[in-house]
């Protein structure tokens, strides 16, 4: 599953095109060779990651948190039975499977490689939780939240055959609960760092083992800002070594990717790297920067002194992007990969 340094390039979800056909026409033309998995694009409405998601709840407006959070008042008891709470659909599996046919179609036309899968990215429940429901009822939702993601988690499975398939899990607001700057930490989770790793794993069982998984880690992309920059890479090691070894007695884990910060040149950032228990999971690193192709050299290089193999991306999805920051990307990363 391992890919030379640089040779292969990971696209984690959204990208700002208009459409889903646009989107595998401009990957596959300027990667023909480059990609083992493509995603979507996650068009309209899907392209801000999960506040689309907060119209699930929007029959209990009373559960659902202002988009300006505020800590100031307790909003009382849960004002619905939980067993009463019946969510709209989640709407991943209609994407997927919509967008399943676009594949297919534009695989048959030449357009997309055989053997390049069909990748769907999925938020863990706590990123839609965080944004959707009020912190105070977040405990109570989360199960019935969980359930109906799954369900459509099943249906894509259902629906799409399995050498097709690659689902990949987004963990984002887990790592502002653990670097501490969402303030105060889910009341909720108890031993947050083991409570965190669990709910992924259990996520990562509802994958078959016959469909690729991944996961991407990631610092958070509002306004094109981390919540926090990571003072090296220890924490996303520490936290994949726990996933892909809870994941890998049931399965192989098939790529992983973390976050690289634009000023991180430096191999000290790196230097935990030689820690991740890496073994034949693919590993992506996010050190594509727009405008930057000198820069990403560099990241590539002090990567490489650490860890012998792995793939270029950007470190979070391109959905908040302008075209003149996507054609940069694009083309820097076509520029590297074509230097391998």
């Given at each position: 599953?391992?890919?030379?340094?640089?040779?292969?390039?990971?696209?984690?979800?959204?990208?700002?095109?208009?459409d889903t056909p646009?989107?595998?026409?401009?990957?596959?033309?300027?990667?023909?060779?480059?990609?083992?998995?493509?995603?979507?694009?996650?068009?309209?409405?899907?392209?801000?990651?999960?506040?689309?998601?907060?119209?699930?709840?929007?029959?209990?407006?009373?559960?659902?948190?202002?988009?300006?959070?505020?800590?100031?008042?307790?909003?009382?008891?849960?004002?619905?039975?939980?067993?009463?709470?019946?969510?709209?659909?989640?709407?991943?599996?209609?994407?997927?499977?919509?967008?399943?046919?676009?594949?297919?179609?534009?695989?048959?036309?030449?357009?997309?490689?055989?053997?390049?899968?069909?990748?769907?990215?999925?938020?863990?429940?706590?990123?839609?939780?965080?944004?959707?429901?009020?912190?105070?009822?977040?405990?109570?939702?989360?199960?019935?939240?969980?359930?109906?993601?799954?369900?459509?988690?099943?249906?894509?499975?259902?629906?799409?055959?399995?050498?097709?398939?690659?689902?990949?899990?987004?963990?984002?607001?887990?790592?502002?609960?653990?670097?501490?700057?969402?303030?105060?930490?889910?009341?909720?989770?108890?031993?947050?760092?083991?409570?965190?790793?669990?709910?992924?794993?259990?996520?990562?069982?509802?994958?078959?083992?016959?469909?690729?998984?991944?996961?991407?880690?990631?610092?958070?992309?509002?306004?094109?800002?981390?919540?926090?920059?990571?003072?090296?890479?220890?924490?996303?090691?520490?936290?994949?070594?726990?996933?892909?070894?809870?994941?890998?007695?049931?399965?192989?884990?098939?790529?992983?990717?973390?976050?690289?910060?634009?000023?991180?040149?430096?191999?000290?950032?790196?230097?935990?790297?030689?820690?991740?228990?890496?073994?034949?999971?693919?590993?992506?690193?996010?050190?594509?920067?727009?405008?930057?192709?000198?820069?990403?050299?560099?990241?590539?290089?002090?990567?490489?002194?650490v860890v012998a193999?792995?793939?270029?991306?950007?470190?979070?999805?391109?959905?908040?992007?302008d075209a003149r920051?996507?054609?940069?990307?694009?083309?820097?990363?076509?520029?590297?990969?074509?230097?391998?």
């Amino acid at each position: 599953m391992t890919s030379p340094s640089g040779k292969n390039v990971h696209f984690v979800g959204s990208i700002c095109l208009p459409d889903t056909p646009t989107v595998y026409r401009t990957l596959n033309t300027t990667f023909p060779t480059q990609l083992k998995r493509i995603p979507d694009g996650e068009p309209g409405n899907r392209g801000n990651f999960v506040l689309w998601q907060r119209s699930v709840f929007y029959r209990y407006p009373s559960l659902v948190r202002s988009l300006y959070f505020s800590l100031a008042k307790d909003p009382g008891p849960i004002p619905i039975s939980p067993e009463k709470i019946q969510l709209m659909p989640v709407g991943y599996d209609d994407a997927a499977i919509d967008s399943y046919a676009t594949f297919c179609r534009l695989r048959d036309g030449g357009v997309i490689p055989k053997g390049v899968k069909f990748q769907v990215s999925l938020p863990t429940p706590i990123n839609v939780l965080h944004v959707a429901i009020e912190p105070a009822y977040q405990e109570a939702v989360e199960p019935i939240y969980t359930k109906a993601l799954l369900k459509a988690v099943r249906r894509i499975q259902d629906e799409i055959p399995a050498e097709d398939l690659a689902l990949q899990w987004d963990v984002a607001v887990e790592f502002a609960f653990l670097e501490g700057v969402v303030l105060p930490p889910p009341h909720w989770i108890m031993a947050l760092k083991d409570s965190i790793v669990n709910r992924v794993l259990e996520l990562a069982d509802a994958i078959d083992p016959s469909v690729e998984i991944g996961f991407h880690f990631c610092y958070g992309d509002l306004g094109h800002q981390h919540f926090t920059q990571p003072k090296d890479m220890s924490l996303l090691v520490d936290v994949a070594n726990r996933v892909l070894t809870g994941t890998r007695r049931r399965r192989p884990v098939n790529w992983i990717h973390m976050p690289v910060p634009k000023d991180r040149i430096d191999r000290g950032y790196f230097e935990p790297l030689k820690n991740l228990e890496k073994n034949d999971t693919e590993l992506y690193l996010g050190v594509l920067h727009q405008d930057d192709l000198e820069g990403t050299k560099l990241r590539i290089k002090s990567a490489s002194e650490v860890v012998a193999d792995f793939g270029i991306a950007t470190e979070c999805g391109l959905g908040r992007a302008d075209a003149r920051e996507l054609e940069s990307v694009l083309e820097i990363a076509k520029k590297i990969t074509e230097e391998m």
